[in-house]
Nanobody, 115 residues
Framework: QVQLVESGGGLVQAGGSLRLSCTAS????????MGWYRQAPGKERELVALMTTGGVTNYADAVKGRFTISRDNAKNTVYLQMNSLKPEDTGVYYC?????????WGQGTQVTVSS
């Protein structure tokens, strides 16, 4: 049974930082691309950052230069370091494991940035 468990969300003031973690079990972690997505109230879920199995990264324009995705295959964990947070970064953050047409979602962690 595949499980993705996110942690690290919370309430932070604008300009602050948070680090999200997502730990996977039940899959061969190193063979999956890992991504972070977010969903703000009333909006669709959107890609925030993605890291391939080879370490290639891709970021949404809104977070470039502020967020950094990384992974530790030995710990089956992907991270999202979020700096210079803005109120518009508020939302539920989800991690996703992707391998061709197979994918799994975590349950999400709430990030709230106050102005």
């Amino acid at each position: 049974q595949v499980q993705l468990v996110e942690s690290g969300g919370g309430l932070v003031q604008a300009g602050g930082s948070l680090r999200l973690s997502c730990t996977a079990s039940g899959l061969t972690f190193g063979s999956y691309a890992m991504g972070w997505y977010r969903q703000a109230p009333g909006k669709e879920r959107e890609l925030v950052a993605l890291m391939t199995t080879g370490g290639v990264t891709n970021y949404a324009d809104a977070v470039k230069g502020r967020f950094t995705i990384s992974r530790d295959n030995a710990k089956n964990t992907v991270y999202l370091q979020m700096n210079s947070l803005k109120p518009e970064d508020t939302g539920v953050y989800y991690c996703r494991a992707l391998q061709l047409i197979r994918f799994y979602w975590g349950q999400g962690t709430q990030v709230t940035v106050s102005s």
